[in-house]
């Protein structure tokens, strides 16, 4: 079996092949931090196993399998914004299992880099607003 790099067209955002660029976690929080209220930083091993997600993705049940999200809120290269009260700890995480978010951290750092005319994420001297 020869292995080969597939190239992804970053402008496909509804084909399972597509890719999409939002924010979706920074790693703060986890199931376990929603039940217990303790706040710790997931490490990377955490995160490639956790399916937690922050309540402002995109949901994935509007994309088909298989399509990629690019998680600009855990990205560099792109802008971001420091938002205080950014989360309504007295609202629930409906993406993922309606869990309460009372012991979210409320503040978050939210991407300001705009995506291009074709959704495509603006990285780098792109990614300046």
């Known amino acids: ?15 399972s092949q597509g890719i999409v660029f939002a924010d979706a976690r920074w790693g703060i929080e986890s199931a376990a931090t929603t039940q217990t209220g303790t706040v ?10 956790s ?8 949901n994935p049940a ?3 399998k298989g399509t990629l999200l690019w998680n600009t809120r855990r990205s560099g290269f792109n802008v971001k914004q420091y938002v205080t009260n950014y989360v ?5 995480n409906t993406i993922f299992g309606n869990v309460p978010m009372t012991y979210y951290a409320p503040d978050r750092w ?20």
Not at 43 to 49: E, G, K, P, Q
Not at 51 to 58: A, E, Q, S, T, Y
Not at 110 to 129: C, E, I, L, M, Y
């Open 51 to 58: 399916n937690f997600v922050d309540f402002d993705c995109p």
């Open 88 to 92: 309504n700890t007295n609202n629930y």
């Open 110 to 129: 939210v991407t300001a880099s705009p995506n291009d005319v074709h959704g495509v994420g603006q990285f780098g001297r792109k990614g300046t607003t």
């Open 1 to 15: 079996m020869t292995k080969s790099w597939v190239l992804v067209n970053n402008q496909d955002h509804t084909s």
């Open 62 to 64: 509007l994309y088909p």
């Open 40 to 49: 710790a930083q997931a490490s990377i091993v955490t995160l490639l196993s």
